[in-house]
C-alpha cells in the first residue's frame, strides 16, 4: 500500500492520548507525509466545517483525534460529502469511551492508532442515518439518551465512564412512554418502552454487549427495545447481557432491519454515538451502506 503524502488531521483540542498532539505530528512526520493540513477545534460540534475544507484539499487520509462524538460528527460530514467511500478516515481514540474503536479493534494508545491509520487495511463501514444525520455506533432514544445528556459535560470530564453509571442510576425509575415501532414498514412493536436502541455495531456505552451478532458491514442495523422498570427489573437486564445475549432477557426485545421508525407518544431525548440530542416524539433510522472507508487492523477478517 503506497504511503498517504497528504493527510489532513482534524483534532479536538480539549481531547489528550499518549504525549498529545506534539506526539502526533511527530509520528505523522516520521511516516514521511509531504503535506500535513492540520485543523484543530474547541469543540466536536466545529469538527463539521473543518472536515469538508479538509476534503476539498483531497487528502490521501483524513486522521480525527477525539472521542465518539468527534468521530461521530467527522463521519457525518465525511458520508455527506458524497465521496465517504474515497477518503479513508484514521481513528485516533482519545475520548472517554471510544466505542467505535474499540469494536473496530483499533488500540487505545497513540502509537498504535497512528501505525494502523498509516498501515492497516481501508475497510468501508456502513452507518446509520437519523433523521439525516450520520451515526457509526448506536442511536438510542428513552432511558439512554436521558442517561447521556446527563453524563454531557463537566460531570463526563470529572468521572470519565463512571459518569453513565452515575447518571443511569439516577433514570431507573423514569416514566415509559407508549411507543410504536415500525421495522422496514412493517408493524412490529406497540408497547410502553424505557429505551429504544439502535445499534451498528455490538459494544455500547459502558462497554455493554447489547448486539451479540451486530456487524458494521453487513446492511443491517440491529434494533432493541427495553421495558424494563425500576432497579431491579434493570439489573436482570444488564445482568443477563453481561452473561448471556441480550435477547434472552423477558425485558428486552429484538430484530434487525435496515429502516426503522418510531413513534412516542411523548417527546423523549435521544442521543448518537454518546452525543446528547433535542427531545422529539418520532425518529427515522435508515442503514448507509458501505457509507465510509476506515483503517482497521490488518488481521481484522472482512466482516
Known sequence: ????????VVAHQRKTLGGGLDELRRRISDEGVEDLLWYEVPKSKKAPKQVRRALKQQPDLL???????????TLDA??????GAKVPVGIIPAGTANLLATNLGVPHDL???????????RHRLDLGVLNGEHFAVMAGIGFDGAMIQDADGKLKDRLGKLSYVYTGLRHLDDP????????DGTDWFKDDATCVLVGNVGTITG?????????PDDGWLDVGVSTARGAAQWARTM??????????SPFVHMTRARRIDVKLREPLTYELDGGARDAVKKIRIEVAP?????????ERSDS
Open 63 to 73: 486522521i480525527v483525534w477525539g472521542g465518539d462524538g468527534m468521530v461521530q460528527r
Open 207 to 215: 462497554g455493554i454487549t447489547a448486539f451479540d451478532d451486530a456487524k
Open 176 to 183: 415509559a412512554p407508549k411507543a410504536k415501532i415500525k421495522v
Open 290 to 298: 458501505a457509507a465510509v472507508k476506515v483503517c482497521v487492523p490488518r
Open 111 to 121: 502509537e498504535g492508532a497512528v501505525q494502523i491509520a498509516f498501515h492497516g487495511r
Open 1 to 8: 500500500m503506497r504511503t498517504p503524502r497528504k493527510v489532513a
Open 239 to 248: 445482568g443477563r447481557m453481561a452473561v448471556g445475549r441480550s435477547e434472552d
Open 78 to 83: 465525511v458520508a455527506g460529502s458524497g465521496g
